[in-house]
């Protein structure tokens, strides 16, 4: 049985960070794509960021130079490190993973998804 879990998510000011964690279990994801989503309040899931097997990264416009993800395989899990949060942050943020290694953001392209850690960025 494939299971991801989410981890690191919770309140922070503007310009605060947070690192969130997403651990696999059944499923080794080193070889294959792992992409972050969130779902902000009213709004339609999107694509934040992914990493292929090959650490080739991808990130939206919105996070770029701010988010950084990265994977550590010995633990079989998958990091995403953000940077100078905003307001407009504030979602549900998923971690997926599948069977292929191509590097995207389209959701429909992920096999397995965690059940998400919420971010909310207020002052």
């Known amino acids: 049985q494939v299971q991801l879990v989410e981890s690191g998510g919770g309140l922070v000011q503007p310009g605060g960070s947070l690192r969130l964690s997403c651990a696999a279990s059944?499923?080794?994801?080193?070889?294959?794509?792992v992409g972050w989503f969130r779902q902000a309040p009213g709004k339609q899931r999107e694509g934040v960021s992914s990493i292929n097997s090959s650490n080739s990264t991808l990130y939206v416009d919105s996070v770029k130079g701010r988010f950084t993800i990265s994977r550590d395989n010995a633990k079989n899990t998958v990091y995403l490190q953000m940077n100078n949060l905003k307001p407009e942050d504030t979602a549900v943020y998923y971690c997926?993973?599948?069977?292929?290694?191509?590097?995207?953001?389209?959701?429909?392209?992920?096999?397995?998804w965690g059940q998400g850690t919420r971010v909310t960025v207020s002052s």
């Open positions: 997926a993973t599948g069977y292929s290694n191509y590097l995207h953001l389209n959701q429909y392209g992920y096999d397995y």
């Open positions: 059944g499923f080794f994801m080193e070889s294959h794509t």
